[in-house]
């Protein structure tokens, strides 16, 4: 779906409006009828944090943004739910532009807020047959006055078109994107948006040895792609570059380790998130034309079964020599990831950065709320992580990367094995990665945020994109 328009003006018009206030606050609009300003004090009276009545020939909404003392960030958050709550209304009312004015003493509220209102205006429904009739009326957000710069704006306008493009790969199953697929979006998205980028088909991927990558395509009767990813602007500041890779399994049955269906199997078209989000990530980078040197790797193929599917007990030689015991098919991304990580050693890199849907330990260790983020860079990039985490609200939670947790990857008849048993299965599961490394290397863990049953917010339901602003914020961050 294409981003709703948002634009930047520095005066307010003569349109539907919605005041940001102070609790307790009423909002400050010229001729209100005796009528009105009862309903506002009524609303007050009620602790409403969020009404909407007709004033003149236009629609005006009100919304107070809970504050939480000495702490910006959240508050920023509150502001972006805020945003939430408001599209629903002003959706209700069929209006196709609102624009949005701070009275509030919220520093920079109006932007957090447009930026849950728009985001929060995503749909996907392309599959159904009367879809017209189910596309939201709001097209476009005005964000006015001096609260927020034109610069924000636009910023805001590149981040929403990136998180939808991820939402819909994400969305779209497998009959309709699978590895092939990605590998066309790839090229279609590097054309359009001025990056490099090169996809190989199995024949390339074999000529490579990347044998994690064709052993999970074994059960596949689609062909597994890589696709490599370059942005390197002349004015790149960093000399090595920043290396990103994302596990791109279109979907993942587990294999002959098969899921089990509810609540496991049944939305396993998320598990190409991390890959969608490297894609929208450099979406995000051409298009604010980031002065830094990135690139961006992408394995990708489904984990199915067919009868000629790599099974427990096999023996795999990956990219770098090391040879891996499968003891658990469905253990696939690190398998994928491994050889795209191998890889990476080519470029020199300054820092390698995965985002995978991993394990499901690391959802049941921090559920939706934010993510596990593991590695070996040193605590100053994982404080940047944390830092641009915080900043957009998809927190990055430390997890200790102790050689313990290595130890239980070692095979008795191969170098490694591909699990490590019941304790610790996001950090064992990063660690055998870390084996295939031999650079700075960050991981982050995306499983339990990738993909929502249940409307969480600005996050939506269905595919979020969770990751995309993450690592976009991240990147910027460095480029200042
Ligand atoms: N794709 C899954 C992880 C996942 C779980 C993603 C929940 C999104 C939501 C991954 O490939 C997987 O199956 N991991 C196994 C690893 C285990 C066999 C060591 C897991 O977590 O159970
Ligand atoms: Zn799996
Ligand atoms: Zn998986």
Redesign the pocket.
């Known amino acids: 779906m294409a981003a709703t328009s948002i634009r930047y003006a520095s005066k307010p018009e003569n349109k539907s409006t919605i005041y940001l206030v102070n609790t307790g606050e009423a909002p400050a609009i010229k001729g209100l009828k005796k009528e009105q300003q009862d309903f506002i004090a009524a609303q007050q009276a009620n602790n409403n944090s969020s009404y909407y009545f007709p004033h003149q020939d236009t629609i005006v909404f009100v919304s107070v943004p809970e504050v939480k003392k000495d702490q910006l960030h959240l508050t920023h958050e509150n502001c972006r739910k805020a945003g939430h709550v408001l599209c629903g209304m002003v959706n209700k009312m069929k209006l196709d532009t609102v624009q949005i004015v701070n009275q509030s003493a919220i520093e920079q509220a109006q932007i957090y807020f447009a930026e849950g209102l728009v985001l929060s205006n995503y749909q996907f429904i392309k599959y159904f047959k009367d879809a017209a009739k189910k596309k939201n009326s709001l097209k476009q957000v005005i964000v006015t006055g001096n609260d927020a710069t034109k610069k924000e704006v636009d910023q805001l306008a590149i981040v929403a078109e990136s998180l939808f493009a991820v939402r819909d790969m994400v969305n779209e199953p497998v009959l309709s994107f699978n590895s092939v697929d990605l590998g066309k979006m790839v090229l279609k998205t590097a054309k359009s948006y001025g990056f490099k980028a090169e996809v190989w088909n199995k024949k390339k991927i074999v000529a490579n040895q990347f044998g994690g990558l064709l052993a999970v395509n074994m059960g596949s009767v689609v062909e597994p792609t890589f696709s490599i990813l370059e942005w390197k602007p002349a004015n790149a500041k960093n000399k090595a570059p920043i290396v990103l890779v994302g596990k791109g ?1 279109t979907y ?1 049955t ?1 294999g002959l ?1 098969l ?1 089990p269906t509810p609540d ?1 199997m049944d ?2 078209k ?2 190409m998130t991390g890959a969608a989000t490297v894609l929208g990530t450099f979406m995000a980078i051409a298009k604010a034309k980031l002065n830094l040197h990135v690139i961006g790797l992408i394995p990708s193929t489904d ?1 199915r079964i067919n009868g000629a599917e790599y099974t427990p007990g096999d023996i795999i030689k990956m990219h770098n020599g090391l040879f891996v015991e499968v003891l ?1 098919t ?4 690190r398998m994928i990831l491994a050889d795209a990580l191998s890889y990476a050693s080519r470029f020199k890199p300054e820092l390698v950065v995965d985002i995978a ?5 690391a ?1 049941r260790a921090i559920g939706p709320w934010g993510h596990a983020i593991m590695g070996n860079a040193g605590e100053e990039v994982l404080k940047e992580f944390k830092k641009a985490g915080e900043e957009v609200h998809e927190r990055a939670v430390e997890m200790p990367f102790w050689e313990d947790y290595a130890e239980k990857m070692r095979s008795s008849i191969a170098d490694l094995k ?3 048993g019941a304790d610790g ?1 996001a950090m ?2 990063g660690k055998f990665l870390e084996f295939f490394t031999d650079y700075p290397y960050v991981h982050n863990d995306i ?2 945020c ?2 929502t049953n249940a409307e969480m917010s600005y996050r939506g339901k269905g595919g979020t994109g969770y990751g995309m602003r993450f690592l976009y914020r991240f990147l910027k961050n460095r480029a200042r």
């Open positions: 399994v993942d587990g380790s899921k496991s939305h396993m998320c598990d984990n658990n469905d253990a696939e991304g849907t991993l394990t499901g330990a959802a591909n699990v490590g299965g064992t599961a499983a339990g990738s993909f």
